[in-house]
């Protein structure tokens, strides 16, 4: 039976409806609080979740948080009858990470045979580094850096091995191509996804834009395979900065990966800002890290929070951030202006008359175009494309949950993994 929520909770419901921004629901809220926080206020948050949601129907951003909120309430001794689906889901979700573990060792390990030094982001760095557990954090796919200089040469063994850039074809991964973009998606013949970076953040592609993140960077290995992780304060700033920007999947796992980062590592709180000041992120750095302070207890130096509340922002700063946090796919541009903010970085913001037309020889360079005129053609083609990528994301989301489900019968059998 689903109860009514409180008026604190009523008010941020009438804000949801409609929900066109980046930031949690008041449901989704619940659901962090009772993943990740201790004691009552775990509890409380639970018991008001569980109460206000209809488990079979979950967002698959929530649906993503359900192993590690097993665990958590595991741990409490939390006893309920959805214990037995969730350990089922996050033993899935263990199974699964050990499978993909096993794909990222064997391709670092032809990149280090091949001397191209590598840094594993996201997923699988977290996973390893900061949850300490494989089974808490689902993950879909993996993500590589190379250095700059060494793209092409990774580029062309991944084609060795099997691996084949999406959408465009191995011919389209030009260096004009290569030059304007941070990163690029790989699909193994096998099934598998990669996405191969060369720069950490997509509104950061000049040549150097990511040497002090390499020169930070620090060692770890994924099944025996030596390589790189992002130094926790580097790891929390690329979390945050990723976090704060509109996905049709509900961007939670931010949350839970930012948290992680800071309960397991001390955080360079002068780098952080430092990083961020830099590539002029700081306005999704500011509003995550308030809200990690403001809705989940995080430890943040109030020092740091009023440094970053300090610090101007530019007009063209503001207006990104706005229009990123934003739903902006079924407004009448779309992704253009995430493009054309991109363009601005790369090539600066000034109001010369010339950066429109620079514009557009950027989309013809981003897109593959081989002519101007084929441009309006080629908006619509990788719209398209672009919807067809994210709900492919959402299905095998939907999917790995529907397999975990048809597991869960069967929880109490067999081998126990961690519990």
């Known amino acids: 039976?689903?109860?009514?929520?409180?008026?604190?909770?009523?008010?941020?419901?009438?804000?949801?409806?409609?929900?066109?921004?980046?930031?949690?629901?008041?449901?989704?809220?619940?659901?962090?609080?009772?993943?990740?926080?201790?004691?009552?206020?775990?509890?409380?948050?639970?018991?008001?979740?569980?109460?206000?949601?209809?488990?079979?129907?979950?967002?698959?951003?929530?649906?993503?948080?359900?192993?590690?909120?097993?665990?958590?309430?595991?741990?409490?001794?939390?006893?309920?009858?959805?214990?037995?689906?969730?350990?089922?889901?996050?033993?899935?979700?263990?199974?699964?990470?050990?499978?993909?573990?096993?794909?990222?060792?064997?391709?670092?390990?032809?990149?280090?045979?091949?001397?191209?030094?590598?840094?594993?982001?996201?997923?699988?760095?977290?996973?390893?580094?900061?949850?300490?557990?494989?089974?808490?954090?689902?993950?879909?796919?993996?993500?590589?850096?190379?250095?700059?200089?060494?793209?092409?040469?990774?580029?062309?063994?991944?084609?060795?091995?099997?691996?084949?850039?999406?959408?465009?074809?191995?011919?389209?991964?030009?260096?004009?191509?290569?030059?304007?973009?941070?990163?690029?998606?790989?699909?193994?013949?096998?099934?598998?996804?990669?996405?191969?970076?060369?720069?950490?953040?997509?509104?950061?592609?000049?040549?150097?834009?990511?040497?002090?993140?390499?020169?930070?960077s620090v060692p770890f290995q994924v099944h025996d395979v030596a390589t790189r992780s992002l130094a926790p304060t580097d790891q929390l700033l690329h979390v945050c900065?990723?976090?704060?920007?509109?996905?049709?999947?509900?961007?939670?796992?931010?949350?839970?990966?930012?948290?992680?980062?800071?309960?397991?590592?001390?955080?360079?709180w002068d780098r952080l800002i430092a990083q961020a000041r830099k590539r002029r992120l700081i306005l999704p750095l500011r509003d995550t890290l308030d809200y990690l302070h403001n809705r989940l207890a995080a430890t943040v130096p109030p020092e740091i929070l009023q440094s970053l509340h300090n610090i101007p922002a530019s007009r063209l700063e503001l207006a990104e951030y706005k229009y990123k946090t934003e739903n902006y796919e079924p407004k009448p541009l779309g992704y253009l202006p995430v493009l054309w903010f991109r363009y601005l970085r790369l090539e600066g913001s000034d109001r010369s008359r010339h950066k429109l037309f620079g514009f557009v020889k950027y989309l013809q360079r981003f897109w593959g175009a081989d002519h101007i005129r084929q441009l309006p053609f080629y908006a619509v083609l990788m719209g398209m494309r672009r919807i067809r990528l994210i709900a492919s994301s959402v299905v095998q989301s939907i999917a790995k949950d529907a397999v975990a489900k048809t597991s869960i019968q069967a929880h109490g059998n067999g081998r126990e993994i961690g519990n």
């Open 1 to 216: 039976m689903l109860i009514q929520p409180s008026k604190t909770e009523k008010r941020l419901m009438s804000k949801a409806i409609g929900k066109t921004d980046c930031w949690p629901t008041w449901q989704q809220e619940l659901l962090l609080r009772a993943a990740l926080l201790q004691g009552k206020n775990s509890i409380e948050a639970w018991e008001r979740w569980k109460s206000s949601v209809d488990i079979e129907h979950l967002d698959v951003g929530s649906h993503r948080l359900l192993p590690h909120l097993y665990r958590n309430l595991q741990t409490q001794g939390v006893k309920d009858s959805l214990m037995g689906r969730f350990k089922g889901m996050y033993r899935r979700t263990w199974y699964d990470n050990q499978l993909l573990f096993h794909h990222v060792s064997a391709l670092l390990g032809s990149f280090r045979d091949a001397g191209i030094e590598t840094i594993v982001l996201k997923g699988a760095a977290l996973a390893l580094l900061h949850y300490k557990d494989c089974g808490l954090r689902p993950m879909n796919d993996f993500d590589v850096m190379v250095r700059v200089e060494q793209t092409p040469a990774a580029i062309v063994l991944m084609k060795k091995l099997g691996w084949f850039p999406m959408p465009r074809s191995p011919e389209g991964l030009t260096e004009s191509y290569l030059s304007i973009v941070n990163s690029h998606g790989f699909v193994h013949s096998a099934g598998r996804e990669c996405d191969l970076h060369w720069h950490l953040f997509p509104e950061c592609c000049q040549v150097d834009a990511d040497d002090d993140f390499w020169e930070q």
């Open 241 to 268: 900065v990723h976090g704060a920007e509109w996905n049709p999947i509900p961007p939670l796992r931010w949350v839970a990966d930012a948290m992680m980062i800071m309960k397991t590592s001390l955080i360079d």
